[in-house]
């Protein structure tokens, strides 16, 4: 009988192409690889963020796939992305306990960034984001979700012990013996047995040296196993340099079961914690990052980025930079927002302050791995009664597309007379998402209400559809996240 224990979900919505190499402990600064050595010029790690339906990932990954794992409608598209929703969510309950069982640095380094160029990927998967990066010593490139509800990152990986046998169908493996730097953790050490217990390393410990060996296993079904190892990814700079980012922890990935991962490489971890990439990335830089998400049916050629560092001349905003507190240590690992109430038409709804209140099991969190908005009950019938009134003049479809409440024949709609939907938080903030974010084309001639409920107890997620067109800064120094309307081009 297996033991219930917390699950991670199926990491979603972006994937990166990384370029590791292994290290050690802490996350270094090893080099930069540059063509001439101006550090005045203001610099960005940036990644590449491909949606994962995306047109560009077609050619590179249609032919890898069978007829049956690509969604043939945007029906199908929008079915299988409410499916991992409702998945996703399921597994931040249990990492919140609501459901189941119980160095110096460098003075330049503040004027780089790294940046990530992200791509919509509308007719690939199912609501990810892929971000292209490369990895490894000499590097291997590779696609990994981009997650900001985890923390670890992991790659398909082979090992001498692994490599005859397993990843036989899969079109791109870290080969970890190949990598010079490629460094494993003891299962005896205290990382192993104490630091990495939340990120599900197992007990098992056959000698001393063996290497920390984890079992991610997912709600849906699905599982990732492997082993922890430290190691290095290289991203590129604003300015054209490479820059090695040594001694990020790393999970080889041995085998997976479950199709969670279709089309992936791996995961990259943005979730806020001591492991995850985006924590490691945003020491270098300040300890910012930020992503600016295009409309998820966008086309190939327009793209946006990922980026660890300055941002705000990156992006073609649309509007003022508004500021509201991240609760990072309220639900650990979740970038918390401290949502007081939702309007509609400029007139607050009658929701409960329990909802937005963590210590009593609501709460608010930003998930770019969630693709719908979901709320949790109380908040969720207040919402859907005020939308209902302002689309009563389109014809209400019946037969309902599951699990939407309601969905219309949208022939002839016009958002501008649509009543704006607006999250107001603790501290007069306001964000204030395009009409399309909510009501969402779901088929020809047919648009959804694009929001899902949870029974309360429950968190309720703003996910990254409602988030489009907008760029979103974390500033983890003054837990704050920045956020304005943009074009994101």
């Known amino acids: 009988m297996m033991k219930w224990r917390p699950v991670l979900l199926s990491p979603l919505l972006f994937i990166f192409l990384v370029s590791f190499s292994t290290g050690f402990h802490g996350l270094v600064l090893s080099h930069t690889i540059p063509e001439e050595h101006d550090h005045q010029h203001s610099n960005k790690m940036r990644l590449e963020l491909i949606h994962r339906h ?33 998945t996703r969510h399921r597994m931040i309950s249990y990492k919140r306990g609501q459901y189941g069982p119980n160095s110096r640095r460098k003075n330049w380094e503040f004027n780089t960034s790294i940046e990530m160029p992200m791509h919509s990927g509308a007719d690939y998967g199912a609501g990810e984001y892929f971000v292209q990066v490369r990895v490894g010593k000499p590097a291997q490139k590779f696609m990994l979700i981009a997650d900001t509800g985890s923390e670890l990152t992991w790659v398909y990986c082979s090992t001498r012990s692994t490599h005859k046998r397993r990843h036989r169908n899969h ?121 600016c998400l295009v409309d998820h049916l966008s086309p190939m050629n327009i793209s946006n980025y990922l980026i660890f560092g300055c941002t705000r001349n990156e992006h073609s905003l649309l509007g003022n930079v508004r500021y509201t507190k991240l609760l990072l240590n309220v639900m650990p690992s979740f970038y918390a927002i401290n949502v007081m109430g939702i309007s509609i038409g400029d007139v607050m709804l009658r929701i409960p302050v329990e909802v937005w209140d963590a210590k009593v099991g609501g709460g608010t969190i930003l998930d770019s791995g969630t693709s719908l908005t979901i709320l949790a009950e109380p908040a969720y019938k207040p919402v859907m ?70 029974r309360w107890p429950g968190t309720s997620i703003i996910g990254n559809i409602m988030q489009q067109n907008h760029l979103w800064e974390f500033d983890l120094v003054r837990s704050v996240v920045g956020f304005a309307p943009s074009s994101c081009t």
């Not at 077609?58 to 794992?69: D, F, R």
């Open 171 to 291: 079109r791109r493996v870290f080969h970890a013996d190949r990598s010079s730097s490629f460094e494993t953790i003891p299962c005896l050490s205290n990382m192993c047995k104490v630091q990495l217990a939340d990120l599900f390393s197992l007990t098992t410990c056959p000698t001393p040296i063996t290497p920390c060996a984890y079992d991610f296993s997912y709600i849906d079904g699905s599982a990732a196993l492997g082993i922890f190892a430290n190691d290095t990814i290289t991203v590129g700079l604003t300015n054209g340099r490479k820059m090695m980012l040594d001694n990020v922890l790393v999970g080889c990935t041995e085998s997976t079961q479950g199709g969670t991962f279709r089309g992936a490489d791996g995961v990259l971890g943005l979730g806020y914690s001591k492991f995850s990439f985006a924590t490691k990335a945003a020491e270098k830089f300040g300890r910012k990052f930020s992503y």
């Open 385 to 454: 009664n005020a939308l209902r009134i302002s689309l009563s003049k389109y014809k209400r479809l019946l037969s309902d597309i599951k699990p939407f409440e309601y969905c219309f024949n949208s022939t002839g709609f016009d958002q501008s007379l649509v009543p704006r939907l607006v999250f107001h938080f603790a501290d007069g903030a306001r964000f204030e998402p395009l009409v399309k974010s909510y009501i969402i084309d779901v088929a020809p001639q047919t648009k959804c209400l694009g929001f899902l409920s949870v």
């Open 54 to 86: 995306s047109p560009q990932l077609i050619g590179k990954l249609v032919h890898e796939a069978s007829n049956n794992s690509m969604p043939k409608s945007q029906q199908q598209r929008i079915l299988e992305l409410v499916l991992r929703d409702t």
